[in-house]
């Protein structure tokens, strides 16, 4: 009995020892029993159609502030109301599904240049340049025809937004106090400036910012020339008409300016040398009397005594008071010489 314990404790103990290492252990995985798959999330419902048809554009604005400012301000034609572009929340229109490729088909990328609630405030930037010339080819031509100065600078240099128009006084010390921008352009188109050109209707006053002298000349002188505007003369700048273009000639071989200044024609300067021939084309009758008087006078050229047109010397500057008796009664030289170009022909006033 005692043999039949030992023997059974000993088969108990090495059970044990079998179990405890694994020995009898599976390499299948169990098997597991299906659970039913737990959501995650809880899924949102499908937001509602709103109807936009009656909401304004200040109820927009609440939201989106930055958008509603800027179609306020610079919307041009896009201020239509925002339920027009967007009826329907979160609705972003093409630009095409109104406009067509304004610009060509080489840029159709309108966000490139427009934003869309402020379509007109477009900002350059140097990636742009190249595309300044597809919309305005004549001030890119203008450019390319006339090298200078402006020529050589970026559009963006002069035009940091579109449609924005520098002010020449910016760069360019005016030319007078009161001169303005639209002024500066009545004379220099913008994109060639050194090509100075004007409409006829340009007033006088702009002319006279750069011609001071010319312009002070015309407003003193008493000829027909000082109420003309410049331009009736000067229809193209640093252009000189021909006198007979508006005056019929009175001498053989003409040179007007040898006797009329251009600004001021009737206050005549004569310089020395100036040929009696000269005067004798409107002072014919006189010649023939000078001529024909057999004196001095008849010696002497016209400038002698008239050194400047319409001067008249007085008789005693060249002969004093040669008859000192008889001026007593006859005071005045012109009261015996009545004739100041035919001294000899004498007749006694009294």
Same mark, same amino acid.
């Given at each position: ?23 009898? %252990? ?102 742009? $340049? ?84 010319? %312009?002070?000349?015309? $407003? ?72 024909? %008087? ?33 001026? $007593?009664?006859?005071? $005045? ?18």
């Amino acid at each position: 009995m005692i043999m039949m314990k030992k023997a059974l404790f000993g088969v108990i103990i090495v059970l044990f020892i079998i179990i405890g290492s694994g020995c009898l %252990s599976t390499s299948q995985e169990p098997e597991l029993m299906p659970i039913e798959a737990t959501p995650t999330s809880t899924p949102v419902a499908a937001a509602p159609i709103i109807d936009y048809s009656n909401v304004s554009d200040e109820t927009c604005g609440k939201c989106h502030t930055t958008a509603f400012t800027s179609i306020s301000q610079e919307g041009g034609g896009h201020d239509k109301g925002c339920t027009y572009c967007h009826f329907q929340h979160g609705v972003k229109p093409k630009c095409t599904d109104c406009h067509e490729l304004v610009h060509g088909t080489q840029l159709r990328d309108c966000k490139e240049c427009h934003d869309e609630h402020a379509p007109m405030g477009i900002t350059f930037s140097l990636d742009l $340049e190249s595309s300044c010339s597809l919309c305005h080819p004549l001030q890119i031509e203008e450019f390319s025809d006339h090298p200078g100065r402006h020529a050589d600078l970026k559009c963006s240099y002069c035009h940091q937004t579109h449609r924005q128009i520098e002010a020449c006084t910016n760069c360019h010390a005016p030319h007078g106090q009161a001169l303005t921008y639209t002024e500066c352009l009545n004379c220099h188109p913008a994109h060639f400036p050194q090509e100075i050109d004007y409409l006829d209707s340009v007033d006088t006053g702009n002319c006279a910012f750069c011609h001071e002298e010319v %312009s002070t000349t015309l $407003e003193q002188s008493r000829s027909i020339h000082s109420i003309l505007e410049c331009a009736y003369c000067h229809p193209v700048h640093a252009q000189i008409p021909d006198c007979m273009d508006c005056h019929t000639k009175h001498m053989a071989n003409i040179d007007c300016l040898a006797c009329h200044p251009a600004h001021d024609p009737l206050t005549m300067e004569f310089p020395e040398g100036t040929l009696r021939d000269n005067c004798t084309d409107c002072h014919k009758q006189v010649d023939d009397i000078l001529s024909g %008087s057999n004196t001095i006078h008849n010696d002497l050229g016209c400038i002698y005594c008239h050194p400047e047109h319409r001067y008249l010397p007085t008789c005693e500057s060249c002969h004093g008071l040669p008859h000192k008796k008889i001026h $007593e009664d006859y005071p $005045e030289c012109a009261q015996c010489h009545i004739v100041s170009h035919d001294v000899k022909e004498i007749v006694f006033t009294k």
